[in-house]
């Protein structure tokens, strides 16, 4: 794992979310109505879109964010549960 910094706030800050928020400003969502699974793509077919291209990078990405989380709750248990600090503090 390689991390980088990242200061919360911070002018230019994207959220890579999944398919239940909306692409918004500071926000960025998989495309509705393209495939979205790794296991799909793998299996059946490569994207032929703009659209499915950027949907399988997405998932790319998303899924080493999640392991990489995984890895950290499971190393430090203080990361399993809501902090309590607003982002201020964390600053």
């Not at 793509?41 to 703009?50: E, F, L, V």
């Amino acid at each position: 794992m390689q991390f980088v910094y990242v200061l919360p706030g911070w002018e230019g800050c994207y959220y890579l979310v999944d398919v239940g928020y909306r692409n918004y400003e500071g926000f960025l969502a998989p495309f509705r109505g393209q495939r979205y699974h790794l296991n799909e793509w793998r299996q059946y077919h490569q994207p032929s879109t703009p659209e499915g291209y950027y949907n399988m990078k997405h998932a790319l990405v998303y899924n080493v964010i999640e392991r990489c989380f995984g890895l950290l709750k499971i190393r430090w248990g203080i990361l399993r549960s809501t902090s309590f600090y607003l982002v201020r503090v964390h600053n």
